[in-house]
């Protein structure tokens, strides 16, 4: 079976879409979870399934240590799912074409360091786009910018608050993240 290790900042929906997808599939399984936020409700959800976790801070996400307790868990792909600090060069050099990310926008817009979440909604909002989405992509040194994997489009109506967009947005990650994971998972 393959493995997956999960990094997440959050609530932890993603990674709840993701861990239910392979449960039902028996094609993978998230092998473990890497968090930075100790009370982040996706350590509520690693818990009750088993899933054993790394809380890291500031300074372990670079040690040495990190990259050797993931390579333990021998993954298949690294998945970003609500994760919201830079990967080290050490563990995207160890894992190349292997550590993917999600977006809630269609990058290039509204990506970068300090665009996540309700702040990228109101961005798009601002700028009056008629559209918006998800991007899943691979990691590289720099936020949002690896090789871009696959998009999918929403529309925005007239009227469309952050909140009304977040779970636009939401409904797309939930139908194409889990199955992109699956798909590259079975190209390796």
């Known amino acids: 079976m393959k ?42 959800i690693a818990l009750k399934y088993n899933i054993p976790f790394i809380l890291i801070d500031k300074n372990t996400i670079s040690e040495p240590l990190l990259l050797t307790q993931i390579n333990e868990y021998k993954p298949n792909l690294i998945v970003l799912a609500g994760f ?25 817009k509204y990506g970068g360091k300090g665009m996540y979440g309700s702040k990228v909604h109101q961005a798009v909002i601002e700028a009056n786009e008629t559209e918006t989405g998800i991007t ?30 977040a779970k636009k947005v939401a409904k797309l990650e939930r139908a194409f993240f889990p199955k992109t994971i699956e798909y590259l998972l079975d190209e390796q």
């Open 136 to 165: 899943i992509h691979y990691v590289n040194e720099h936020y949002d910018e690896g090789a871009q994997i696959l998009k999918a489009h929403c529309s925005i109506q007239n009227g469309d608050d952050a909140l009304i967009i």
């Open 3 to 44: 493995s997956i290790v999960v990094f997440a900042s959050g609530k932890g929906s993603n990674t709840l879409s993701i861990i239910e997808h392979f449960n039902k599939t028996g094609k993978a399984r998230v092998t473990l979870l890497v968090c930075n936020n100790v009370g982040a409700g996706v350590v509520d």
């Open 84 to 108: 919201l600090w830079r990967i080290p060069s050490s563990i995207i050099s160890a894992y190349p074409h292997k550590i993917i990310n999600i977006h809630p926008a269609l990058l290039p």
